[in-house]
């Protein structure tokens, strides 16, 4: 067990919706990053926040956003969902602002259909 | 940019025998190199990482990974493979400046008794 916990783990929704991920990072861990994982992307870095900043931004998509709270949770927006957007989505966290050392949660399986 | 490529999408072991799953990385200088494992329904736990000096790396679970400068490799192996083990095996690689990896496609690791 990581330590970061993310809900739900699955999640079946319809195009055109609008889902939220959310994730609990470690305790102490300031650092929350977000990454799609697909068969045909591979594991992919969609965003990162540290203690409520947005820090690194990689391929997300502009109906995609995020944010981290005060309490640095996360979550994960994502809008206008379409097919290809069915994947697992992780979030990992690490202590600082910047760290290889993530720890993955175990991922939302979201399947749009 | 760097890349990683993973060359087997399988690999297929008995249970005892040895173990190597294949990394090559393009990057200029030197990287920073990452093994994890994704155990089915899980997230990715890192097993081992190289950032500078030794370039044999011992990691959990019993693994070990070699940077090879002139090969621009970084193999992951183990000498005796357990059931245990079957899972997908994720190179990634980094650079140090933004501090988020680049993983490659994956290494699916079936174990047979």
């Known amino acids: 067990d990581s330590g970061v916990t993310q809900t739900p783990k699955h999640l079946i929704t319809a195009t055109g919706q609008r889902v939220t991920l959310r994730c609990s990072p470690r305790?102490?861990?300031?650092?929350v990053y977000w990454y799609q994982q697909s068969l045909d992307q591979g594991l992919q870095f969609l965003i990162q926040?540290?203690?409520?900043?947005?820090?690194a931004k990689g391929n997300i998509l502009e109906r995609f956003s995020a944010q981290q709270f005060p309490d640095l949770h996360s979550e994960l927006n994502l809008s206008s969902l379409e097919l290809g957007d069915s994947a697992l989505y992780f979030c990992?966290?690490?202590?600082?602002?910047?760290?290889?050392?993530?720890?993955f949660g175990p991922g939302t399986r979201l399947t749009v259909t | 940019a760097q890349s990683v490529t993973q060359p087997d999408i399988h690999i297929t072991v008995s249970e005892g025998a040895s173990l190597e799953l294949r990394c090559n990385y393009s990057y200029g200088a030197t990287p920073y190199l990452f093994w994890y494992v994704q155990s089915p329904g899980q997230g990715l736990q890192l097993l081992l990482k190289?950032?500078?000096?030794?370039?044999l790396v011992q990691g959990i679970k019993g693994f070990e990974a070699e940077f090879k400068r002139s090969q621009s490799s970084f193999n992951l192996r183990k000498p005796s493979v357990h059931w245990s083990d079957a899972a997908e095996y994720f190179c990634a690689v980094g650079t140090g400046g933004s501090y988020i990896p680049t993983f490659g496609r994956g290494t699916s690791l079936i174990v047979h008794p």
């Open positions: 190289y950032f500078s000096g030794d370039t």
């Open positions: 990992a966290s690490s202590a600082g602002y910047s760290s290889y050392e993530q720890y």
């Open positions: 305790s102490g861990d300031l650092s």
């Open positions: 926040y540290y203690n409520g900043e947005e820090r």
